[in-house]
Nanobody, 122 residues
Framework: QVQLVESGGGLVQPGGSLRLSCAAS????????IGWYRQAPGKEREAVIC????????YDADFVKGRFTISRDTSANTVYLQMNSLKPEDTAVYYCATRYLGCGVDYRNDYWGQGTQVTVSS
């Protein structure tokens, strides 16, 4: 059974850092692109950053501006999202998802995690 489980969210002050984890089971993360997405209250879901499966390239949204990085630990079958210099506008539920057809391509058979809440506030 394919499953993605996010963790690591929480409350952090502006300027702080968090590392989110996306643990996979039922498949090997190394063989598929993985993307992080977020959805703030009252807003549509938006792509944050994506890691390809072939050459390890990453694609990030303009608002990331070098603050976030994505990485993969093949031994743990886990993808991480390191978020630095967090801002209040980064507050959202963060999701990881498989991108079987590649970064930026939606596919009905992609899998999604349940999400983890990130709140940036003083």
């Amino acid at each position: 059974q394919v499953q993605l489980v996010e963790s690591g969210g929480g409350l952090v002050q502006p300027g702080g850092s968090l590392r989110l984890s996306c643990a996979a089971s039922g498949f090997t993360l190394n063989n598929v692109a993985i993307g992080w997405y977020r959805q703030a209250p009252g807003k549509e879901r938006e792509a944050v950053i994506c890691l390809t499966s072939n050459d390890g390239s990453t694609y990030d949204a303009d608002f990331v501006k070098g603050r976030f990085t994505i990485s993969r630990d093949t031994s743990a079958n886990t993808v991480y999202l390191q978020m630095n210099s967090l801002k209040p506008e980064d507050t959202a539920v963060y999701y990881c998802a498989t991108r079987y057809l590649g970064c930026g391509v939606d596919y009905r058979n992609d899998y999604w995690g349940q999400g983890t809440q990130v709140t940036v506030s003083s």
